[in-house]
């Protein structure tokens, strides 16, 4: 079966990840770039061989193209993916789906009227340490989850990132950079969110870029740089999540980790797509390493836009999906307005999650949620 051609909107520094990772991909063919500044998406043709170079308008209307990725800044997701669907496209984006949750309902909304798929970043969750995690907890190992701890403790990206402004503005901070990766993995782990409760706070004002040439410029910080705060899943469990660009010293907090009624399950960095998934059983006085259920690299952005061709051509839904990803977005504006207005938010979306697994031949197969 032929490629799907695609192209990538946006040539910042995620894209090199992608575009490395995509070019040996069974199912997709990367044809074009494009860039609002059109040197850097040259550049980016030139290192991967790219055959075209266009302005956006000119990548929209290029018949050939069937997909789009949409690596855009953040504030951009929603309107590319919007502009992509209307040119009768299918759309990936990196995370989060949309800055507001109207957009991001737009999004999910056009997409089914156009009968036109959406999935978005993270997709870490799909590799071995997630999975590895979530068949551990359907297996038993744990018993019962009824409670999990989930912590990003770090400085902030000023002091390498040479660009880092928009991790400052609204749709930034901790939550919005950090907190899709670790919502996606407990939600692919405990299963939707019921609501959430949380405290925000802009705990460090003062900001310094600390790299490139805007080096010693000062940043203004626009968003919560410190959230903490409870989710309740509607399987019964509940977890503590505290994510913070506040932290100027170390933490030695776990990345997650699951509480079952028979043990307590360590979950690897969900930023990665692999590491060790640990167990410690109730009356046990040391962990074990739990075996992964298949290898997986460190970095292999680019898995979930794979999986989604896939889908597409077997008429299923893909699994870092729109809905899976808006779910997200609608839990990391109710930590926001959870603090701003003294309760707790009840959330409105639901999603119930199927596994993705490997099987000894390397094949893919659904495990349903027992969610």
């Known amino acids: 079966m032929d490629k799907m051609k695609a192209g990538i909107i946006g040539c910042g520094n995620i894209s090199a990840i992608y575009l490395e990772n995509l070019k040996n991909s069974p199912v997709i063919e990367v044809v074009a770039v494009a860039d609002l500044i059109l040197e850097r998406a040259q550049e980016r043709a030139d290192e991967f061989n790219i055959a075209n170079v266009y302005n956006v308008d000119e990548l929209l209307q290029n018949k050939e193209i069937e997909l789009v990725i949409n690596l855009t800044v953040p504030g951009s997701h929603a309107m590319t993916d919007i502009a992509a669907l209307e040119a009768g496209k299918h759309v990936y984006a990196e995370k989060p789906l949309a800055i507001s949750i109207e957009d991001g309902r737009k999004v999910i909304e056009l997409a089914e009227e156009k009968g036109l798929y959406v999935g978005s970043a993270p997709d870490t969750f799909l590799g071995s340490g997630i999975q590895t995690a979530r068949q551990a907890i359907e297996d038993g190992l744990i018993g019962k989850p009824i409670a999990a701890t989930s912590f990003f403790m770090g400085g902030g990206p000023e002091a390498w990132h040479p660009n880092p402004e928009f991790f400052y503005m609204d749709g930034g901070g901790p939550m919005f950079d950090m907190g899709p990766y670790y919502l996606t993995a407990l939600v692919t782990l405990l299963g939707s969110i019921r609501r959430i409760s949380s405290s925000a706070g802009i705990q460090i004002v003062d900001r310094t870029i600390g790299s490139g040439p805007k080096e010693g410029t000062s940043l203004q910080v626009q968003t919560p740089t410190h959230l903490a705060g409870t989710i309740d899943f509607n399987g019964g469990a509940i977890a503590t999540m505290i994510t913070s660009f506040d932290i100027r010293g170390a933490s ?114 659904t495990v349903p949620s027992t969610n």
């Open 252 to 365: 030695d907090l776990p990345r997650i980790e699951i509480y079952g009624t028979e043990g307590t399950l360590s979950v690897p960095d969900p930023n990665y797509f692999n590491g060790e998934v640990k167990l410690r059983k109730y009356g046990q006085d040391t962990w074990e390493t739990v075996t992964p259920k298949f290898e997986s690299g460190q970095n292999e952005r680019g898995i979930g836009v794979n999986e989604m061709v896939e889908s597409i051509r077997a008429g299923r839904e893909s699994k870092a999906s729109g809905k899976l990803a808006y779910h997200v977005l609608e839990a990391m504006h109710a930590f926001q307005r959870s603090s701003l207005e003294g309760k707790h938010i009840l959330l409105e979306s639901n999603y119930e999650y199927n596994a993705v697994t490997k099987t000894d031949d390397n094949q893919t197969e």
